[in-house]
Every structure is written in structure tokens, then in C-alpha cells.
């Protein structure tokens, strides 16, 4: 049977009405599973007694007790140690309170941020060193508008469903960009770095962080305020998530302040009021210091820091010094003033009033670190930090004088620190570096043609020798800027003085001999004694000891040890070389001053170098226990103590917890900064001219047992430190230039016999 088209339409047009009706009841149950099954109430739905949404699927802060120990992070912007020369009363009566009754001391920035905010709020938040760049200032409150939809859903969108809400009268706080930052900074480190890890080790132990703060800044170009809080990441835990206050409605409309905007005091008041019944730590961010920073106006940033000091004296309405803890601290120096010292205060139980802040991190009065900030905070609520970290807990001692002395003495050390690390450390080291490289040059082609050198060279010659010793000593000149003066300092202040004029009376080998004695006192007194000769001056720290202000750099180490070996080559005996080796390995590597383990390591190198010259390769087995031991005795010290004071110390405690997360991200680190100061040109000049002197000596003398040990030094200075040519150069610099006047002078009598 055909069908035609005809047939067709009359068939269709018959059962339409079936197959609109059947269409239809599709429809409806499509629509009435669809409702059921997505949990939401539909047409067909059966109502429930409540919608099911987040606020039912996670949990949500509860009140704390009221009688709960609380600690206060109130985190500044700008602030200097230079500042606290003409004192804090410039800012308000609250500012001359916190300088008198909270301990004092200055943030070490150098290696923990430096004037990079985010790298330093990075830092803060996790406890070590860190990364960050502005999407760390990315926090939001859940409802407000971010990228063409609401923070909460950014966040679900690129994070996942956070853990936990706010209550309804406080603000969940998202930052979406967290996780991925902290995976950026893991490939750099080739370590876990969680950004967050104060407020995640203190969620771990149930306790809760309330944030309150907005830095926001107004766009030149576009007319709108921007969100960039970066302080407020101190507040959120490993997977930018917290709770408190962060929008605009912070802020008050002021003409005479930065934008036309500052924090709005009753505002400020009602949520703090809020935030302390929820919170065990509150960190709060004014942010009208930073905006002062952001409008570069020096006229309105001691305004905005006196309006700053104004909040905080709200926060102390609400303090107990005998049960809560306060820490005031400025992360960030204003543009002009990089590489200062930054002001820190605590006050609290513990921490003497009006005292002096200090820290097992740096092993000095003054002088702490942004990590040791984390660590202290931690430490009071008696949290255990979720993977290890770089601070120490904060300690403070009596400061017996009076106001003015005190603020001389921190405003003096930021003054110096910043003229050594910013001036005068690399102008010293660069013309170290290149008058070495010409006079070893010159001296090498001298020994390898057979030349005569004059008297006049070997002048020359020894002040160059002295120049790391009196620049190391230098500062003592203009001591009395930070402490009284006195016939002890005077009478140290002439040693300098001493250095320089000694190399023109040099005429013999006795003279010689007192001369490298004397350099060799001076670098072995200073490690034995924390630097007294070279610390807390008014160039801060020697050019020497680098910017490290807990003890010996590697330069420094390479030094000592190099002038204890220079001496022994002055003793008829051998073994004395040997021997004067291992007291330059206890000196570097005892918790003294900083326990440099790879400059211990660098002379137990040498040490075994010696022994395989002097006895041969069988002793050279019997030679390696004795580095052993002394690396037993500085492991046996650092694990009997309660806490680690030193790197070996830190180190020890990371391999314990996590080995694969502590050796392979060192040596990677170590040779990533070694391979950085291959690029600078003074140390390869300095270097290059160092092992060429060596081959000059190695022509002339042969394989002889002092050379090889000198080769044992540079490869151990090499392997054993993370400063590329600047370690094997500075432990070579005195046994050569001791070699080479020890030539000249032989020469000069042998001249005079014949």
C-alpha cells in the first residue's frame, strides 16, 4: 500500500490531539523529577520545612569564652626604626603609650621581604620565607562583587565550597588566588610553602581568627577604589578563607586624608565589639597608612599614621595586659628608606615594660625577625604550626635606661643597619674584590718570572691584608652613637688605626709573624665573643659578617679560618696548620655566634686535605672522624636544647619532621644562589686572580702539603656554602698574601746576606 501525502495529513491530523497530550505529560515529569531530585522545591514538589543551601552544609563559628587568653596582630605600613629617633608622641597620645609600656625592637627585613609588602605579609603568613604579588591583596567578603559575580561564587568557582560560614552579623572573608599562590611559591622552593599557615595551625588546635581592615586604594585612571587588602591575608587560612570585616563600609568619606577616605572610628568600635566575642586572634589592617603610601604623599603619611594609633586605642579598650597579648609591627618601609629596619612592639604577659625585644632567630638585643612574629603568636596560644617554620618565639629584656636612651639606641641601629646593607657593604666588598684581583694578579706574574719585589710592594702587599681586618673594626671609630662612651671603647677604637699603620713597619719575618697573629686575633676574638667588635655600631653590622645579623656570613667564616691557617704556616711545626684548622671548625660551627655550618664543614674539608698531604691517602679515612665528631658534638648541642637557636639547629628539626621536604629543596636552593653570584663580576675577578696566585705558587714550590690544603679549602668553600666564588676567594685571601710576603721578605734577606 502506497502512502501519499494526502493519506498522511488526515493521519496526523487525527492523532494530534494524542500527541500534544503526550508531549505535555512529559514535560510535567521531566519538570517534577528534576525539582525532587535537586533537593530544591518545585511545582510538584512536596515544600520542605527549610531551603537546604550552604548556610546548612557547613559549619559555622561559634562565640568564644568569654574569659579566653586573646592576642591582637595589628599590622602598620611605612613605619621606619629611623621614625623612633624623635619618639612617638608625634603621633598621639596612644603611640607614646604603646613606646612606653610595650617592648621594643626592629624587624630584620633583609631575606624575609625586604620593602616588597606582599613578599613580607607572605612571609608573615607563612612563617618563612615567601612569595607573593598583588592578587595576595584579593580579599573579599562573600557578597561582595568580584569578576561579574559575588566573591562566594568566584571562589566555589575557581577554590571549591569553602569550610566554614560566618556567622550572619560577621563577614565570611575569601581570597580565591591562595591555593595557587602557594603552589607557585612550592615551585620556586621546591618546597611546601602554605600561605596561611598561622590562622590553618590555630583552626587545627579550634581556635578562630577575626579580621578587620580595608587598604583599599582609588585607580588614577579608572576613578574607583580598588580592592587591594594584602594585610588581611594574615587572617586567612591555608585555602583563603576567614571571617570578620574587610568592605568599604569600613571607611569614612574624609577630604583631608588620602583618597578623601580614613577608618571610620564608631564603625571600627561596633565591629571589634563583634569580632572579640568570635575570635582567639584578631588581626587588624586600618589601611590608612598604606593609602598614605599609595598617594606618595609624605605630608599626609605621619596624618594617616597618627589616625592609625587612633584605632589602635580603641583596640586597647578592650586588652588585658596580664592574660591577652598585643603586637604591634610595621611590615613594609615607605619608598626612600628600603633595606630599614621596621619597628615592632609587644605587650603582654612575658615581655617587660618598656623593655627590649629579642630572639633566638638573630642572637640579638634589638633586632627579631617577621617569621619570629608567627612563631610568637603560636607559641601563646600553645599551637603547634603545621609544618615547620623559620621563627622563634619573641623574648624581651629589661631595658634599665631611660626613654630617650632607648630610642636613640633602636633608631641608631636602623640608621646603621641601613647605611651598611644599603652603601657601605657592597662599596667595601667590590673594592676588596678588585684590589685583590690586581695585586694577586701582579704578584703571581712576579713569583711565576722569578721577579724581585720591593719593599714598597710588600707595603702594599700587608695593607691589603688589613684591610678586611680595619674595615671590620672601623665602626668602633664612631661608637658613642649608640652606647656612653667609655676608655674601653676608646682604647678599641684605636685598633683600626693600628691595622693600617702596622704594614710600614713590617721589615723582618718576626714583624711579619705579629702582624698575621694580629689579624687573626681580631677574626677568632669576634666569633668567640657574638661580634662584640663588630655588632650594634653605628655602621651596624661589619661589612664582613653580611646581613645575616645572627652571626658570621660566609665571608666572615672564610676569613677566620683562613687567618687561623695563615698563622699556622708561621709555626716550625706542621701539625700546628692541622691543629688550628679544627679550632676554626668549632668556631664557625659552636652556637657562638651564629653557628656557620658551612664554614665548619669548609674547614673540616681543608682539615682532611692537610692530613692526605702530609701522611697520605691511608690516613686519610682516619682523617674524616674527626669532622664527624665535631659535627656530633653540634648535632648532640642543638637537639638537647628546647628550642633550635641556629641553622643547623632549623635544620635538624625540618629533616626530623620531613626529610624529603628539607635535603633535596636545600641543595637546590643552595646551588640556585650560588649559580646568582657567579654574576657578580668582583668576586670572579677576585677568584680568577686567587686560583691563578695558587698555580703561580704550585710552579714554583711543587706539590707542597700547604697548596693542596689550600685546595682542600677552596673545594670545601665551594660545596659547602650557597655564595659561589665569595666563600673559596675570602679563605684564601690570607694564607696567599701571608705566602707571598713570607717570599718577599725571605728574598729581601737573602738580598742583604749576599
Not at 629617633?85 to 625586604?114: C, N, S
Not at 588546635?205 to 591575608?233: N, W
Request: aromatic share 12%; with cysteine.
Amino acid at each position: 500500500m502506497m502512502i501519499s501525502p494526502k493519506w498522511f495529513g488526515r493521519w496526523c491530523g487525527k492523532h494530534i490531539r494524542d500527541w500534544a497530550s503526550l508531549l505535555i505529560a512529559g514535560a510535567l515529569v521531566g519538570v517534577f523529577f528534576n525539582a525532587t531530585a535537586s533537593g530544591q522545591p518545585g511545582a510538584f514538589a512536596l515544600p520542605s520545612e527549610e531551603p537546604v543551601g550552604f548556610e546548612r552544609i557547613l559549619p559555622r563559628l561559634k562565640p568564644r569564652p568569654t574569659d579566653a587568653p586573646k592576642a591582637i596582630l595589628f599590622l602598620m605600613e611605612g613605619l621606619t626604626g629611623q621614625d623612633l629617633r624623635q619618639g612617638l608622641a608625634l603621633y598621639g597620645p596612644v603611640a607614646l603609650w604603646l613606646e612606653r609600656k610595650a617592648a621594643g625592637g626592629l624587624v630584620a627585613t633583609m631575606g624575609f621581604g625586604g620593602a616588597d609588602r606582599y613578599r613580607s605579609l607572605a612571609t608573615l603568613s607563612a612563617g618563612m620565607k615567601a612569595f607573593g604579588d598583588g592578587r595576595i591583596g584579593r580579599v573579599l567578603e562573600q557578597d561582595e562583587v568580584w569578576e561579574g559575580t559575588t566573591a562566594f561564587a568566584a571562589y566555589q568557582r575557581s577554590v571549591g565550597m569553602p569550610p566554614f560560614l560566618a556567622p550572619d552579623h560577621l563577614k565570611t572573608l575569601l581570597n580565591p588566588y591562595l591555593p595557587y599562590l602557594s603552589r607557585r611559591n612550592q615551585s620556586f622552593q621546591m618546597k611546601t610553602v602554605p600561605l596561611g599557615l598561622l590562622a590553618g595551625s590555630l583552626s587545627q588546635k579550634g581556635l578562630q581568627v577575626m579580621t578587620i581592615g580595608c587598604q583599599d586604594i582609588l585607580d588614577a585612571e579608572t576613578g574607583r577604589f580598588v580592592v587591594d587588602r594584602p594585610a588581611l591575608l594574615a587572617g586567612l587560612n591555608d585555602i583563603g578563607v576567614g571571617a570578620g570585616f574587610a568592605g568599604r563600609k569600613l571607611l569614612k568619606k574624609d577630604p583631608n586624608y588620602p583618597f578623601g577616605v580614613r577608618a571610620d572610628e564608631k564603625r571600627w568600635e561596633a565591629s571589634l565589639r563583634t569580632a572579640w566575642d568570635y575570635g582567639d586572634l584578631l588581626v587588624l589592617a586600618p589601611g590608612d597608612d598604606a593609602r598614605a603610601l599609595a598617594c606618595e604623599s609624605e605630608r599626609l603619611f605621619p596624618l594617616a599614621v597618627t589616625h592609625t594609633f587612633r584605632i589602635l586605642g580603641i583596640t586597647r579598650q578592650f586588652l588585658r595586659p596580664d592574660r591577652d597579648l598585643l603586637i604591634v609591627v610595621s611590615y613594609a618601609p615607605r619608598e626612600g628608606l628600603e633595606g630599614s629596619l621596621l619597628p615592632v612592639w609587644v605587650l603582654g604577659k612575658g615581655f617587660h615594660s618598656g623593655g627590649l625585644l629579642r630572639s633566638l632567630s638573630t642572637h640579638r638585643y634589638g633586632i627579631v625577625t617577621l617569621p619570629d612574629v608567627t612563631a610568637t603568636l603560636l607559641h601563646f596560644f600553645g599551637a603547634t604550626p603545621s609544618q615547620p617554620i623559620h621563627g622563634t618565639p619573641l623574648l624581651s629584656v629589661p631595658y634599665p635606661k631611660d626613654l630617650n636612651e632607648k630610642r636613640l639606641y633602636l633608631s641608631g641601629l636602623a640608621h646603621s643597619v641601613r647605611l651598611n646593607d644599603g652603601f657601605l657593604r657592597p662599596s667595601v666588598l667590590t673594592v676588596w674584590g678588585w684590589a685583590t684581583a690586581f695585586f694577586f694578579l701582579l704578584t703571581a706574574f712576579l713569583i711565576a718570572t722569578s721577579g724581585t719585589a720591593t719593599d714598597g710592594w710588600l707595603r702594599w702587599l700587608l695593607l691589603l691584608g688589613s684591610f678586611p681586618a680595619a674595615t671590620h673594626l672601623s665602626s668602633l671609630l664612631l661608637n658613642f652613637f649608640l652606647i656612653t662612651v667609655s676608655f674601653y671603647w676608646l682604647l678599641l677604637a684605636v685598633l683600626p688605626v693600628l691595622m693600617i699603620i702596622a704594614p710600614f713597619f713590617v721589615t723582618s719575618p718576626r714583624l711579619l709573624s705579629l702582624l698575621v697573629i694580629a689579624w687573626c686575633f681580631i677574626w677568632v676574638i669576634d666569633a668567640a665573643l657574638r661580634g662584640l667588635l663588630s655588632t650594634d655600631t653605628p655602621f651596624g653590622n661589619s661589612s664582613f659578617l653580611a646581613a645575616r645579623f645572627y652571626g658570621l656570613g660566609n665571608a666572615g667564616a672564610g676569613l677566620l679560618v683562613g687567618s687561623l691557617l695563615s698563622a699556622g704556616f708561621l709555626h716550625p711545626s706542621v701539625v700546628a696548620s692541622g691543629l688550628l684548622l679544627i679550632v676554626g671548625a668549632l668556631l664557625c660551627g659552636l652556637p657562638f655566634f651564629g653557628a656557620n655550618v658551612g664554614g665548619a664543614l669548609m674547614a673540616c674539608s681543608g682539615f682532611v686535605a692537610f692530613v692526605s698531604a702530609r701522611k697520605g691517602f691511608k690516613w686519610t679515612l682516619a682523617a674524616l672522624l674527626i669532622p664527624i665528631a665535631i659535627l656530633s658534638v653540634l648535632v648532640a648541642i642543638e637537639v638537647s636544647r628546647p628550642e633550635p637557636m641556629t641553622h643547623l639547629g632549623r635544620f635538624l628539626r625540618d629533616v626530623f619532621a620531613d626529610p624529603g621536604q628539607t635535603i633535596w629543596p636545600m641543595i637546590y636552593r643552595k646551588v640556585s644562589i650560588s649559580l646568582r653570584v657567579f654574576r657578580a663580576a668582583h668576586w670572579d675577578a677576585g677568584l680568577l686572580a686567587t686560583l691563578t696566585l695558587l698555580l703561580a705558587f704550585w710552579y714554583r714550590l711543587g706539590s707542597d702539603f700547604r697548596l693542596k690544603t689550600l685546595i682542600g679549602l677552596a673545594l670545601g668553600g665551594l660545596i659547602f656554602n650557597d655564595t659561589g666564588p665569595q666563600t673559596p676567594f675570602a679563605v684564601l685571601f690570607y694564607p696567599l698574601i701571608t705566602l707571598s710576603a713570607m717570599k718577599v721578605v725571605s728574598d729581601a734577606q737573602t738580598k742583604k746576606i749576599s
